[in-house]
């Protein structure tokens, strides 16, 4: 619906507003009336009106004067004003002028003519206002720390502020010819891959869209996120981009999930015989043998030093910027099968089963990751195929074969299926996840996103699929040779 002009007319004659009111309504326009020179000022305050329709001959205080205040109100300045009156000498008209007036109209005033100066003084101060706030939003765009781009319908790029031609590697005088995904992965992996091949104009309200451009031996990961707008008529559909640096915040997520994970899993298993054994003593040492005492004390001190270990591994695991580095930090194909053990044994898992194919000489070929990072990230695969098993205990099957430039890890489980709109949503933190018959809805977490920014820091990629043979889950990942 468009927008109505509103337009103050002031009076002190209930006559003169009733016949400005007569000629103006019906006319596309919201009326407001004042019937003295301070109750005009005090509305104008309130409304800031497109023209206001002033008379001049008022007690206490007349038109010319209430012009003068006007105008000398900063807020109120630009107001335009037709002094509407039964003087037409050069005298008044003059002091009109001064006063700040931008049009005449004498009484008796022609009503055609009265109500074509009243639409183009509100068509051209509507223009004035609009071209105003556009060269407020240009400058506030041009200044801002994101990138804002405007895209026509077939994705190319109408406008990009200074920050968005910085992200893109663009120059300032450069003539756009590309379409913004062209640009975009000339430089950035596109994550989550299956969400930007449903277009632009997908969305959904969790979910989340990156520029990922993996780290190097040079250069750490930078990451942007992409929001997107459809703006839609019956006409055309233009997007609105927006880029947002989210590197840090990346970061500080991925450290507060490792250091959490770590504390949960790691822990907990050396804490147990640790503090048993001290509560035992501490109850019992007055019974005990001095052969008995030694042995305690002995259990509690492997227990302690292992403890220690733990603490420094966590500790090592909250730089996972450096774990996660290319040619600094790497781990062998053969050393999966032991991680791989480990976790099974953390998490108490009954079956797991790994399968390698298509790899030649296993101890000699590295990937691009630590072994702290393939433990974080097969830990939390395990730990979600667990919460989500219906029995909480999953049979878990690891495939590892090589693909080109890299090897592909999937963890399959016989757990339940999941929606279209549950895989899409499954790299997204905090996304609802199943419902179960009890009636819990066990949310996603942070954690798989935590493991899609390990993965696609490093170039590699994340898929989810509901397997085909049985009910359950296929978490399957890429990650580049070293």
């Given at each position: 619906?468009?927008?109505?002009?509103t337009?103050?007319?002031v009076?002190?004659e209930?006559i003169?507003?009733?016949?400005l009111?007569g000629?103006?309504?019906?006319?596309?326009?919201?009326?407001?009336?004042?019937?003295?020179?301070?109750e005009?000022?005090?509305?104008a305050?309130?409304l800031?009106?497109?023209?206001?329709?002033l008379?001049?001959?008022?007690?206490?205080?007349d038109?010319?004067?209430?012009c003068?205040a006007?105008r000398?109100?900063?807020?109120?300045?630009?107001?335009p004003?037709?002094?509407?009156?039964?003087?037409?000498?050069?005298?008044?008209?003059?002091?009109?002028?001064?006063a700040?007036?931008?049009?005449?109209?004498s009484?008796?005033f022609?009503?055609?003519?009265?109500?074509a100066?009243?639409?183009?003084?509100t068509n051209?101060?509507?223009?004035?206002?609009?071209?105003?706030?556009?060269?407020?939003?240009?400058?506030v765009?041009?200044?801002?720390?994101?990138?804002y781009?405007?895209l026509?319908?077939?994705?190319?790029?109408?406008?990009?502020?200074?920050?968005?031609?910085?992200?893109?590697?663009?120059?300032?005088?450069?003539?756009?010819?590309?379409s913004?995904?062209?640009?975009a992965?000339?430089?950035?992996?596109?994550?989550?891959?299956?969400?930007?091949?449903?277009?632009?104009?997908?969305?959904?309200?969790?979910?989340?869209?990156y520029?990922?451009r993996?780290e190097?031996?040079?250069s750490?990961?930078?990451?942007?996120q992409?929001?997107?707008?459809?703006?839609?008529?019956?006409?055309?559909?233009?997007?609105?981009?927006?880029?947002?640096?989210v590197t840090?915040?990346?970061?500080?997520?991925r450290q507060?999930?490792?250091?959490?994970?770590?504390?949960?899993h790691k822990?907990?298993t050396?804490l147990?015989?640790?503090?048993?054994?001290?509560?035992?003593?501490?109850?019992?040492?007055?019974?005990?043998?001095?052969?008995n005492i030694?042995?305690?004390?002995?259990?509690?001190?492997s227990?302690?030093?292992?403890?220690?270990?733990?603490?420094?591994?966590?500790?090592?695991?909250?730089?996972?910027?450096k774990?996660?580095?290319?040619?600094v930090?790497?781990?062998?194909?053969s050393?999966?099968?032991?991680?791989?053990?480990?976790?099974?044994?953390?998490?108490?898992?009954?079956?797991?089963?790994?399968?390698?194919?298509?790899?030649?000489?296993?101890?000699?070929?590295?990937?691009?990751?630590?072994?702290?990072m393939?433990?974080?990230?097969?830990?939390?695969?395990f730990?979600?195929?667990k919460?989500?098993?219906?029995?909480?205990?999953?049979?878990?099957?690891?495939?590892?074969?090589?693909v080109?430039?890299?090897i592909?890890?999937?963890?399959?489980?016989?757990?339940?299926?999941?929606?279209?709109?549950?895989?899409?949503?499954?790299?997204?933190p905090y996304?609802?996840?199943?419902?179960?018959?009890?009636?819990e809805?066990?949310?996603?977490?942070?954690?798989?996103?935590?493991v899609?920014?390990?993965?696609w820091?490093?170039?590699?990629?994340c898929?989810?699929?509901?397997?085909t043979?049985?009910?359950g889950?296929?978490?399957?990942?890429?990650?580049p040779?070293?």
């Amino acid at each position: 619906m468009k927008q109505k002009s509103t337009i103050l007319i002031v009076d002190d004659e209930e006559i003169g507003r009733e016949a400005l009111k007569g000629l103006l309504t019906n006319q596309g326009y919201d009326l407001f009336f004042a019937s003295n020179g301070i109750e005009a000022l005090a509305l104008a305050v309130k409304l800031t009106p497109d023209v206001i329709l002033l008379d001049v001959m008022m007690p206490e205080m007349d038109g010319f004067e209430v012009c003068h205040a006007l105008r000398a109100n900063s807020l109120m300045a630009e107001i335009p004003i037709i002094i509407v009156t039964a003087l037409d000498d050069q005298d008044s008209r003059q002091s009109g002028i001064e006063a700040g007036a931008d049009e005449f109209i004498s009484k008796p005033f022609n009503r055609a003519e009265l109500r074509a100066r009243v639409r183009t003084v509100t068509n051209l101060n509507r223009y004035r206002r609009l071209l105003t706030e556009q060269t407020k939003f240009k400058w506030v765009i041009e200044q801002a720390n994101e990138g804002y781009l405007i895209l026509d319908h077939n994705e190319q790029i109408c406008y990009a502020n200074p920050q968005a031609r910085l992200y893109l590697n663009l120059h300032t005088e450069d003539v756009i010819t590309e379409s913004f995904l062209y640009l975009a992965k000339k430089q950035y992996h596109c994550e989550p891959q299956d969400i930007w091949k449903k277009g632009l104009g997908y969305s959904e309200k969790q979910i989340l869209r990156y520029l990922v451009r993996p780290e190097t031996s040079i250069s750490d990961a930078f990451w942007l996120q992409v929001d997107v707008m459809e703006i839609s008529t019956r006409e055309n559909k233009q997007y609105i981009i927006r880029l947002c640096d989210v590197t840090d915040n990346i970061l500080l997520k991925r450290q507060k999930w490792a250091f959490q994970g770590q504390i949960n899993h790691k822990l907990r298993t050396p804490l147990i015989p640790f503090t048993n054994a001290s509560q035992y003593l501490k109850e019992n040492f007055s019974q005990m043998s001095e052969a008995n005492i030694e042995e305690f004390i002995n259990m509690i001190y492997s227990g302690g030093i292992r403890l220690q270990s733990e603490i420094e591994e966590i500790l090592n695991y909250l730089n996972v910027s450096k774990a996660t580095k290319i040619g600094v930090a790497f781990c062998k194909l053969s050393k999966l099968q032991s991680i791989v053990i480990a976790i099974k044994k953390m998490l108490e898992l009954k079956s797991v089963h790994v399968f390698q194919q298509d790899i030649d000489e296993p101890d000699k070929t590295y990937i691009s990751a630590s072994n702290e990072m393939m433990e974080l990230i097969l830990t939390e695969l395990f730990s979600n195929a667990k919460k989500f098993h219906p029995k909480g205990s999953p049979i878990l099957q690891v495939n590892i074969t090589t693909v080109p430039n890299g090897i592909r890890i999937q963890v399959c489980d016989n757990g339940i299926r999941l929606s279209p709109e549950q895989l899409a949503g499954i790299w997204t933190p905090y996304y609802q996840g199943e419902k179960f018959h009890t009636g819990e809805v066990k949310g996603m977490g942070l954690g798989l996103s935590m493991v899609a920014s390990l993965i696609w820091n490093i170039g590699g990629t994340c898929r989810a699929y509901n397997r085909t043979d049985i009910s359950g889950l296929v978490i399957e990942i890429t990650l580049p040779f070293d």
